[in-house]
């Protein structure tokens, strides 16, 4: 079942709590490769630096940030700008009730609005929660790389899977701001 949540634009001061559920997954799991917790003002810098480019959407319920999305720079090259990569990150005890396909989706949606061509996802594996979450939205594994990080003792595989966001004959143009892609994703 769907937890009642409100999903939007992340804002200035969600970092904290966004920095708190990325942080558990950095200590407690071999998901993300960070060793070291992320302060909020670090993360929050981040966001500010591609704030026009790259959308982080927050699920919210009640008055707490159960989850978080973002997209980021896939590769430095020019020719890679319309290609992003995105995560999705939830606090512990709220998998399987469908809110990460929800705030993933939107995501995507946000994503496609914009302009952009694909995007990219990044699993270490292995981690069959994740790999379901992307197949169900209709992304595709297109490799993985063995042994690639190192974490807790033990190499971790990661494998990638891409995401078709726009037509293959798509010629890409100017990408629209996250909030006026969000806006034209819901309405509002």
């Given at each position: 079942?769907t937890?009642?949540?409100?999903?939007?634009?992340?804002?200035?001061?969600?970092?904290d709590?966004?920095?708190?559920?990325?942080n558990?997954y950095?200590?407690?799991?071999?998901?993300?490769?960070?060793?070291?917790?992320?302060?909020?003002?670090?993360?929050?810098?981040?966001?500010?630096?591609?704030?026009?480019?790259?959308?982080?959407?927050?699920?919210?319920?009640?008055?707490?940030?159960?989850?978080?999305?973002?997209s980021?720079?896939?590769?430095?090259?020019?020719?890679?700008?319309?290609?992003?990569?995105?995560?999705?990150?939830?606090?512990?005890g709220?998998?399987?009730?469908?809110?990460?396909?929800?705030?993933?989706?939107?995501?995507?949606?946000?994503?496609?609005?914009?302009?952009?061509?694909?995007?990219?996802?990044?699993?270490?594996?292995?981690?069959?929660?994740?790999?379901r979450?992307?197949?169900?939205?209709?992304?595709?594994?297109?490799?993985?790389?063995?042994?690639?990080?190192?974490?807790?003792?033990?190499?971790?595989d990661?494998?990638?899977?891409?995401?078709?966001?726009?037509?293959?004959?798509?010629?890409?143009?100017?990408?629209?701001?996250?909030?006026?892609?969000?806006?034209?994703?819901?309405?509002?």
């Amino acid at each position: 079942m769907t937890p009642t949540a409100t999903i939007r634009l992340a804002e200035a001061p969600d970092f904290d709590a966004i920095a708190a559920i990325n942080n558990h997954y950095i200590r407690d799991t071999a998901i993300h490769f960070g060793e070291a917790d992320v302060p909020a003002e670090d993360m929050r810098k981040l966001w500010r630096q591609h704030f026009d480019l790259y959308p982080w959407i927050v699920s919210v319920a009640g008055d707490t940030i159960v989850g978080f999305a973002k997209s980021g720079e896939f590769r430095t090259r020019a020719a890679y700008r319309w290609t992003t990569e995105a995560g999705i990150y939830l606090v512990p005890g709220m998998h399987g009730r469908g809110l990460g396909k929800l705030l993933y989706g939107r995501l995507c949606g946000v994503l496609r609005a914009q302009g952009f061509h694909q995007v990219v996802g990044g699993i270490t594996l292995p981690n069959a929660a994740s790999v379901r979450l992307h197949e169900s939205l209709g992304f595709v594994h297109w490799g993985t790389v063995r042994r690639v990080g190192r974490k807790f003792g033990a190499w971790h595989d990661v494998g990638f899977w891409q995401l078709l966001l726009q037509p293959e004959t798509h010629e890409p143009g100017a990408l629209l701001p996250p909030a006026q892609a969000f806006a034209a994703v819901t309405g509002g």
